[in-house]
Structure formats: structure tokens, C-alpha cells
């Protein structure tokens, strides 16, 4: 179940998390959502889409850069090609009926319509 970082001290984006996957939601000056980021499959095979008002989608994989447990290298993001926007969609709705209404409704109108 995706719950809010409560150490979030960025007033212009709020930030949701479980075991399978992290929100990133983006607002505007007036507080308006304008893009969200989903990193999926966190433990595993880590991607993430990114969609943002206007612009649209973005699709990457995330290289952690671990190499060895000795090196901490930072993370990147690599362009992937294929989404899976219906199991993403089946998976947001599952961890996400705790959300705000208006977040829960805008990711998955914007996951349906692309999928």
C-alpha cells in the first residue's frame, strides 16, 4: 500500500512508497499536479515513467550503478523501449485506494489512455 514519505520537505511535490514501487508527484505554483514519476519493480528489474503535463511520457531504466557492495555509485536513468501500462495500471490501483482522490484519478485516466 503506497503511503506518503512524512520527511518530505519539498512543498512542491509529495512522495509515496511501498515494497513494489515509488510516486513522485509534481505540482505547479498553484498548486496544480503538473507530472507524476512511477518507479516500479523497485527490488527488482527497477524502471520508471515519467509523464508530465504537456510533454508526455518518458520510460527509463534504472541502473543502480552497484557494482560491489564497497562502491556506492549513483543511479541512472537509461531509455527503455516497451510500457507495460496495464500491468502498471493493475498494480497502481491495488497499492493506491489510500491516496488522495484527485492523485489516485489523474495517474490512472493518464495509464489508461496511453494503454
Known sequence: MLKENPYNPDPSRKWFSDEYCDLIVWYDPQQKISGFQL?????GNEHSLTWQEGIGFNHHRIDSGE???QMNMTPILIPDGVVPFQKLLHQFKERASGLDPEIFALVVRTLSEAG
Open 67 to 69: 557494482t560491489q557492495p
Open 39 to 43: 518507479c516500479y519493480d523497485v527490488r
